[in-house]
């Protein structure tokens, strides 16, 4: 091999040594987290088998094999919002209900794309095999979700046994907050100029006093979101808590995409879990780290759940 001053360099015998062995200590490392994460699949395939009661915990990762955006980081969400990032607006910043004073077109442009996009994605197959576990549970199961998409009831999961705890793109509110009103925006249509990315007229009006109308979702510095739905999602949550607490039931949380930066999820995942004495799956391909004794699996969503399956296929 020649050098830039036209000698020639040979590596060592000693060196080529080095690199063997940093190559078989690779490959070494590589064997382990196989092994590692097939005992982690047989692990968490039996704690599904044998559990009496599932909890789904997900964050905007869920979606992402749905070809839904998560958002992540501002190079993330600028690249689903091109024309949000040449205004230089971060997420945080245009999911404001300051938008709806500021610039109304503007702000149902966002919101209004979001809802006609989670309006036309089908949910990946993930939800229908976790749907078919949890219905083989004595106890059945419960989703907690920060996603505001509305995906687990599009894949069937029944309303009553879901909380989004930051509220649904589906369901509106006065922006005066004329009154506690929420109402279901199956009819409500929002028009875009894709081109402008801007919202036509007219846009969604409050039922009750004809002032502007925006999504229930608990936005960023947001003191006008009406809560009542997600409290008395909680509260029916909590109820099916307690009742397995009371029968000291087998808890099994499966936790899907839920990142640190906003960590309602993760939280919750932990807690419940520690507080049932149970198991906590957490399937994340950035963020998978696990509280100790539990288990972590680091891939996304989709592919979690149909290595869980094929796990759960051999036992």
């Known amino acids: 091999m020649a050098a830039s001053d036209g000698t020639v360099w040979e590596p060592s015998w000693n060196e080529l040594g080095q690199n063997v062995n940093q190559v078989s200590a690779r490959q070494e490392i590589k064997q382990i987290m196989k092994a590692l994460d097939s005992q982690n699949l047989r692990h968490a395939a039996a704690a599904i088998q044998a559990a009496d009661a599932l909890l789904i915990t997900a964050g905007a990762g869920m979606g992402v094999d749905s070809g839904l955006p998560d958002f992540r980081g501002k190079d993330g969400f ?16 245009i999911a404001n209900p300051v938008w709806f004073k500021d610039d109304p077109q503007l702000a149902w442009a966002f919101y209004g794309h979001r809802l006609n996009l989670y309006r036309a994605t089908t949910p990946h197959e993930g939800f229908t095999k976790l749907l078919t576990w949890g219905a083989d549970k004595p106890e ?23 909380v989004e705890c930051h509220g649904s793109i589906h369901h509106f509110q006065c922006t005066e907050t004329c009154s506690d009103a929420i109402w279901e925006a199956a009819d409500e249509h929002v028009w875009l100029d894709e081109g402008n ?11 009750h006093c004809g002032n502007l109308a925006r999504p229930n979702i608990l936005m960023f510095g947001d003191s006008a979101w009406i809560g009542d739905r997600s409290a008395a999602q909680h509260q029916r949550f909590e109820v099916w808590m307690q009742r397995l607490e009371k029968k000291s039931a087998k808890l099994l949380v499966i936790e899907l995409g839920a990142g640190t930066a906003i960590a309602t999820v993760r939280r919750t995942s932990e807690i419940r879990a520690r507080n049932l004495n149970g198991t906590l799956i ?34």
Do not use: H
């Open 78 to 93: 600028w690249r689903a919002y091109p024309v949000i990032a040449q205004l230089g607006l971060s997420f945080a910043e």
């Open 140 to 162: 059945g199961c419960f989703v907690f979700t920060s996603n505001v998409d509305g995906q687990f009831q599009k894949a069937g999961f029944a309303p009553e046994r879901i």
């Open 197 to 207: 990315f801007r919202a036509r007229t007219p846009l969604p009006r409050c039922r």
């Open 282 to 315: 957490r399937i994340n391909p950035r963020e998978p780290e696990a509280p100790a004794g539990q288990i972590s699996l680091p891939t996304g969503a989709l592919d979690g759940i149909k290595k869980l399956a094929q796990s759960m296929d051999t036992l």
